[in-house]
């Protein structure tokens, strides 16, 4: 008998872990300002559809990631569900693939323009997992995987969206490739460079030469200065621990560009809405594990 038949099917809390759901309300807030910043009609149902193939996109590309990674984390992280015996490889890779296919099948019911977004963001998921541990363009292949959702959150509300999309995306994609270039460094401790992080300044240099004077935007850029400040502060203590809570701090950090970007929009109902998303993502690493 192999010795995977003897692994249990997959339960619902090794899904959680697998597919690494507390970071869920980021992908949420992401779609929710790529919808506004494309300027169509932004609506419930085209939301909803966009939060649930952008969520199926994340949740496949996160279980391929612990398939493609599965001999590396026997080693460096043996707690991991696949090499604890918590679920087989094969298995994972039923469930990865399947749920970007659900993901790419739900944008194209919502729009087919959305549809394509999506077809080109799973290119870059299965990019960024089968190659992340070799390439050193793996954080820029990251940063283009959440330029998708927010261009999948986009193009589901109009087929021909407003050059604030890419501007947003492209501040996102920054950010993002700063925190995927600090969470390479999670298990050694100790970054190799610091100039990487100047992505984490891109939101606020594109809000301070586009002040809006919207109302709570000066709460908002303040609160996003600190929390990113605090995450730097534990990346230079140089020990791993410290480096995994920074990560973790700035992936639920990501809500908190969205809500810059849609208070400066002068969406400020929306941008309390992404505040509560980073809230509900960081309550949710408490139990599942975000990185």
């Known amino acids: 008998m192999d010795r995977e038949d003897l692994v249990p099917l997959m339960n619902v809390h090794t899904a959680l872990k697998l597919g690494r759901t507390s970071n869920l309300p980021t992908v949420w807030s992401n779609v929710v300002a790529g919808a506004v910043l494309a300027g169509g009609h932004v609506s419930v149902a085209p939301l909803v559809l966009a939060s649930l ?12 990631n612990d398939a493609f990674d599965a001999e590396i984390d026997a080693e460096e992280r043996p707690e991991r569900p696949i090499p604890a015996g918590e679920v087989s490889r094969a298995e994972v890779w039923r469930w990865g693939y399947g749920l970007l296919a659900l993901g790419v099948a739900v944008a194209f019911f ?3 323009s959305a549809g394509l977004a999506a077809l080109a963001t799973t290119a870059a998921i299965l990019l960024y997992d ?7 363009l793996s954080p ?3 940063g283009a995987c959440r330029f998708g959702v927010y261009v999948i ?61 919207a109302p709570l935007l000066r709460s908002f850029l303040g609160g996003y200065l600190l929390w990113v400040q605090r995450a730097i502060s534990l990346v ?11 990560v973790g701090g700035l992936i639920a950090g990501i809500s908190l560009v969205d809500a810059l970007i849609l208070a400066n929009s002068g969406e400020t109902s929306l941008a309390m809405g992404c505040l509560g998303a980073f809230g509900v993502c960081l309550a949710a690493q408490s139990r599942i594990a975000g990185t």
């Open 140 to 142: 820029l292949v990251m």
């Open 53 to 64: 193939a952008a969520s199926a996109l994340y949740v496949g590309g996160m279980f391929l």
């Open 236 to 246: 230079r203590s140089g020990k791993p621990h410290s480096i995994q809570a920074a």
């Open 110 to 112: 919502a729009r087919s």
């Open 153 to 213: 959150g986009g193009f589901t509300v109009t087929a021909s969206p407003h050059p604030m999309l890419w501007l947003g995306a492209t501040l996102l994609m920054g950010y993002v490739l700063a925190l995927t270039y600090v969470a390479r460094f999670e298990s050694s401790g100790g970054l190799a460079r610091w100039g990487p992080l100047a992505g984490l300044a891109a939101p606020v240099v594109a809000i301070l030469f586009t002040w809006s004077g």
């Open 130 to 136: 089968a190659r992340h541990k070799t390439s050193s």
